[in-house]
């Protein structure tokens, strides 16, 4: 078998030992060609995060959703269930569904009455009584492949991908082991950014703490890097854990409080700051070369808002994601000038706090795909 394609810039080709390597050309980051092949060969047969099976607590709840160019929705049918499917008619395209929801029992198109049932089934179809051949069988919504891996929802627009646990080995476990409610975790907030940087640009800025000493000093009063370790690393999914520090006025913290993390691919990363039960989900999708669109969804035990949640909640929005969205704005405008193609991973052998390997590693990942 052939093995993935390496590209060269201006400071030598791609190396798998990050230690030796350049870092990926610029134009990885604005090629209109390289973003296709990226809708294509990654969006388009990965695992992506869609929710969190509380935004859709009843029989008949919905919600529309994209990924990267193909929209689908999640809805819950009668018998509990949650399914996906793309949110398109079978009749002549028509879109069936916006923003969020309840249908109850039914899914109505609203351009010519189509209508399907919650498990996606034709189930009316006006005039069509003297049609030839007509099997209204065959004309049931197109699925989309979900899974739930302790709540948190995932859909795979491929049909032929592979269980969502076989690339994901044991993610549950990696909750449960540091919530004791995360079975009754819950969507407290919902945020949305609109970025002006490339989706890799906010992965890669999550993959590494080398910046946090320099770019967010707050964060830096909070985490006592020297603790910092790998705690699980497979091929898509990579989980972090460090320690808190006393924290500073408005956030004072008891020192060794666990802070965590993950990164899983292609986009979602996730953390849990010190303070209470709590976990962001965060989820760059792709919206053009060099845009994309964040998504927060903030999880609490029974989605609760308590006073540290809301605390942490505002340090985030206001302090540590503004400070990442300038970085990555920044990082963007600087791939897109003719001064700029390559840099250097700073790694180790540890994947220790300051390393760049487990960003070396995503872009490994990305070249693989791209080479398929």
Partial sequence: MQGPYFPEGERGVFHTDARQSPTLPSR??????????????????????????????DPGDYQVDKIADQCIFLVRGQDSEIRAFFNVCQHRGHELLKDKGSRKKHVVCPYH???????????????????????????????????????LLFANLDATAVEFEQDYPDLAQTFSLHFPNFDRFGTAFQLDYDIAANWKVVVDNFSEGYHIPVAHKKLSQVLDSGTGKCARLEKRFAFFETRSKAGFEGLELEPGTPYLSWTLWPNTCML??????????????TNGPGRCLERIDLLSVN???????????????????????????????????????????????????????GLHRFHQLILESLSD
């Fill in 28 to 57: 990885y980051y604005h090629d209109p060609q390289i973003h296709q092949r990226e809708l294509e060969n990654i969006f388009h047969k990965s695992w992506c995060y869609v929710g969190h099976e509380s935004q859709l607590p």
């Fill in 113 to 151: 009455a189509w209508t399907y049932g919650l498990d996606g089934k034709l189930i009316q179809a006006p005039h069509t009584e003297q049609l030839l051949d007509f099997d209204p069988a065959q004309f049931s919504l197109k699925p989309v492949a979900v899974a739930s891996c302790a709540g």
């Fill in 303 to 357: 989605g609760e808002v308590s006073p540290p949640l809301e605390a942490l909640k505002t340090l985030f929005t206001d302090q540590f994601n503004a400070e990442d969205i300038a970085i990555v704005q920044s990082v963007q405008r600087g791939l897109e000038s003719l001064a700029y193609d390559q840099g250097r991973y700073v790694a180790d052998n540890t994947d220790s706090w300051y390393s760049e390997s």
């Fill in 272 to 285: 849990s700051l010190p303070g209470c039960e709590n976990l962001f989900v965060i989820r760059m999708a």
